[in-house]
Antibody, heavy 121, light 107 residues
Framework: QVQLQESGPGLVKPSETLSLTCAVS????????WTWIRQPPGKGLEWIGN???????NYNPSLKSRVTISVDTSKNQFSLRLNSVTAADTAIYYC???????????????WGQGTLVTVSS | DIQMTQSPSSLSASVGDRVTITCRAS??????LSWFQQKPGNAPKNLIY???SLQRGVPSRFSGSGSGTDFTLTISSLHPEDFATYYC?????????FGGGTKVEIK
């Protein structure tokens, strides 16, 4: 059974860096794309970006200047860093898996449970 | 970016009702559309991809149709566990974008 688990600080100060990790169990990172999606409390979903285990990351242009997604195959996990955060970055952050870059075939088939990150001083 | 517009934003229905939710893309996205169900406190669950392909394990009362710019999600007979918020998402091009959601409430 594939499982994804997000982890990281639940509270980040404005202007600092948000850092999250998604640990994958039950399968290898290899041959899949790995995605971060966020959802402000009570609002809709926003695609942050994705990465293939060996390829270049692909970011949402709205966040591109502040975001970094990386992968660590030795630990079977991938990570998100978002710089210079503001209150607008307060959201539930989800990690998810797909077979291809745009999640066309099979969609996002596995998701983490999500982790709430609050940006506040 | 491709804008996704869902309607209605909310609806009230009874168990056993047939429910239809629509999603419109701001440009042609062929059949590159997925549907998700989200219950409070849970991650979204992928129901349908490529407009009409049912994700494994999803009940057959869920179906999707459409191509180009107009799409629909239909629940043929609403079950109690179907009360949730539903989102569409285009996978035609990045950035991937989602509709604003349709909340299905108990009448």
């Amino acid at each position: 059974q594939v499982q994804l688990q997000e982890s990281g600080p639940g509270l980040v100060k404005p202007s600092e860096t948000l850092s999250l990790t998604c640990a994958v169990s039950g399968d290898s990172l290899i041959s899949y794309y790995w995605t971060w999606i966020r959802q402000p409390p009570g609002k809709g979903l926003e695609w942050i970006g994705n990465i293939y285990y060996s390829g270049s990351p692909n970011y949402n242009p709205s966040l591109k200047s502040r975001v970094t997604i990386s992968v660590d195959t030795s630990k079977n996990q991938f990570s998100l860093r978002l710089n210079s955060v503001t209150a607008a970055d307060t959201a539930i952050y989800y990690c998810a898996r797909s077979l291809d870059e745009r999640a066309t075939i099979g969609g996002f088939d596995y998701w983490g449970q999500g982790t709430l990150v609050t940006v506040s001083s | 970016d491709i804008q996704m517009t869902q309607s209605p934003s909310s609806l009230s229905a009874s168990v056993g009702d047939r429910v239809t939710i629509t999603c419109r893309a701001s440009q042609n996205i062929d059949t590159y559309l997925s549907w998700f169900q989200q219950k409070p406190g849970n991650a979204p669950k992928n129901l349908i991809y490529i407009a009409s392909s049912l994700q494994r394990g999803v009940p057959s009362r869920f179906s999707g149709s459409g191509s180009g710019t107009d799409f629909t999600l239909t629940i043929s007979s609403l079950h109690p566990e179907d009360f949730a918020t539903y989102y569409c998402q285009q996978s035609y091009s990045t950035p991937l974008t989602f509709g604003g959601g349709t909340k299905v409430e108990i009448k």
